[in-house]
């Protein structure tokens, strides 16, 4: 099986890359984000371990219905300046276990290609899993826009987020395979269908 690694900024596009893939090469998907929101619901492997971190106020971080409230887990996170990193300590860990738990399953069903996604892929090592990695490149102002008219992030909420991803510089210093998704998203499915052949072609 062949592990493709998809990363690149908020707004880049990545999920679209991915989707596509899944779609037209049967690509097996896997977005580490949703990973971990899994691990995060009741039951999940991360569920009680996040909430011990509230200690005896831990209610204050479940909803009614006994969902995580991701609300107070993100103030949590401005609050408390340790906060973060023992969060990462009991997340971090667990979507790396179910990750590699799905890639070994993957494989043992004899799948070909699959695509794993994520904007911190470099910066948790994840790309030491890939045969390659993906960059989706798309120009600040773009993502930018993107970023107001489908999720409502405010310039402050943006410019926060961009300035804790790598940069553009970063991201072209490294084995990579650029997709531009500046443009039309047909450009950019066209460029990963290029490479996908390539890679199918070497597999056969």
């Not at 890639?103 to 470099?122: H, P, Q, R, Y």
């Amino acid at each position: 099986m062949y592990v493709i690694g998809i990363t690149g900024g908020i707004g880049s596009g990545k999920s679209r890359i991915l989707r596509h893939m899944s779609e037209k090469w049967g690509a097996a998907a896997v977005a580490l984000d949703d990973v971990g929101r899994r691990l995060m619901e009741k039951g999940g492997a991360t569920y009680e371990g996040i909430l011990e971190l509230f200690g005896d106020d831990r209610a204050s971080a479940l909803l009614a219905d006994g969902s995580i409230d991701k609300g107070a887990v993100a103030a949590a996170m401005v609050g408390d300046p340790g906060f973060e990193e023992r969060l990462n300590a009991v997340v971090h860990p667990a979507v790396r276990r179910e990750t590699l738990r799905i890639i070994k399953e993957e494989e043992s069903k004899g799948t070909e290609l699959l695509c794993l996604e994520s904007a911190i892929l470099f910066e948790t090592g994840y790309d030491a899993l890939c045969g390659e990695v993906w960059y989706i490149y798309a120009r600040t102002s773009e993502r930018s826009k993107r970023l107001k008219e489908n999720r409502g992030y405010s310039d402050e909420r943006i410019e926060g987020t961009m300035n804790l991803q790598l940069t553009d510089e970063e991201y072209r210093k490294k084995d990579i395979y650029v997709i531009d998704n500046s443009g039309k998203l047909e450009d950019a499915f066209a460029a990963a269908d290029r490479r996908a052949a390539e890679i199918r072609g070497c597999m056969r």
